[in-house]
């Protein structure tokens, strides 16, 4: 079901005087009374046969001086469209902007959030990071909501997504079109069970059949491996590791399109905390998928945060 909440609207603006409108055309601009029409034709006459005025700023400069505005003027276009957007998604504010990406994804070093063991890829709950940034994952694929998608893409928000194939397979083609609006699409095992519970071989199976199948179905072979409900354990690692995978990322909050769920007894966002949520429907949640969009960016805004995009920094 769509969701549709709030609008947008844009003010016209009036017409710009030509500057051969003088005189008598002047006075009626701005309100003045018009003259008599013979003073009027006259005034034309005047403006036709006088040369045409010099630029104020004569080459370079002046083209320096209209880029400038031009640019100015774009930006406050971009602006408008902005909040005429979240106006329309029915946000409380507009979402503050992530910085750009680092040029290479930061090396991790163990600390509060990140486990590492030699040969195994990195356990990450919280991208360390100074900045005011945290991360959107979707986990799963069961709900393939194209209002949900085209909101993300409207409104900027970067998505990393864990797809498992079991319930992608029906529609593959609706993650080949977040890919392709740049959102990544990860692996989250062929039929989403708990690895813990399971040997070795059957692990690996699990993990790389799903490799296997996101490079032939998406066009690219996953980085990122996020095991179902968060279980692994060291056979797991070595797993994904040998199916090409370079993190694990987990996470510290959940939303839900009613409220959100934190690991931390403080109830607030962290520099670079990952935060999870679902591919569902209303069968399953109280709300839609742009619902959950709406309350995890409003959420993710009103404590000063933007939302960026997880494979940049892992």
């Not at 979240?86 to 290479?104: D, K, N, S």
């Not at 063991?117 to 709900?143: C, H, S, W």
């Not at 498992?164 to 079109?177: H, N, P, T, V």
């Not at 790389?208 to 996101?214: A, H, I, V």
Request: hydrophobic share 40%; aromatic share 6%; charged share 25%.
């Amino acid at each position: 079901m769509a969701a549709v909440a709030g609008c947008g609207g844009s003010a016209g603006g009036g017409a710009v005087p030509s500057t051969a409108r003088a005189g008598a055309s002047a006075a009626t601009d701005r309100g003045g009374p018009r003259p008599p029409a013979a003073q009027a034709a006259q005034a034309v006459q005047a403006v036709a046969a006088a040369p045409a005025a010099p630029a104020v700023l004569p080459g370079p400069a002046r083209a320096e001086e209209e880029a400038g505005s031009e640019a100015v003027a774009r930006k406050a276009e971009a602006a408008r469209t902005a909040l005429e957007t979240a106006r329309r998604w029915g946000l409380a504010r507009l979402p503050l902007p992530a910085p750009q990406p680092p040029a290479g994804r930061p090396e991790l070093r163990a600390a509060q959030g990140v486990k590492l063991a030699d040969g195994l890829p990195p356990v990450v709950y919280r991208v360390p990071t100074e900045q005011p940034i945290v991360f959107l994952t979707v986990d799963d694929g069961a709900e393939k909501d194209p209002e949900f998608s085209r909101m993300a893409a409207e409104l900027g928000i970067p998505l990393s997504t864990f797809v498992a194939d079991y319930l992608a397979r029906s529609d593959y083609g609706y993650f080949r079109r977040l890919s392709e609006q740049g959102d990544a699409v990860n692996n989250h095992t062929i039929n989403h069970r708990n690895l813990k519970v399971l040997d070795y071989a059957t692990q690996r199976d699990e993990i790389c059949r799903q490799q296997d199948q996101l490079e032939g179905q998406i066009g690219s072979r996953p980085r990122l491996f996020r095991p179902p409900y968060g279980e692994y354990n060291e056979d797991t690692l070595r797993a994904a590791g040998s199916c090409g995978i370079e993190a694990v990322p987990l996470w510290n909050e959940e939303a839900f399109p009613d409220r959100m769920e934190y690991r931390y007894e403080d109830q607030r966002l962290h520099p670079g905390d990952i935060i999870l949520t679902h591919f569902r429907g209303t069968d399953l949640w109280p709300g839609t998928m742009p619902d959950l969009l709406r309350k995890v960016v409003d959420e993710v805004t009103a404590q000063g945060f933007a939302l960026a995009r997880l494979d940049d920094y892992l």
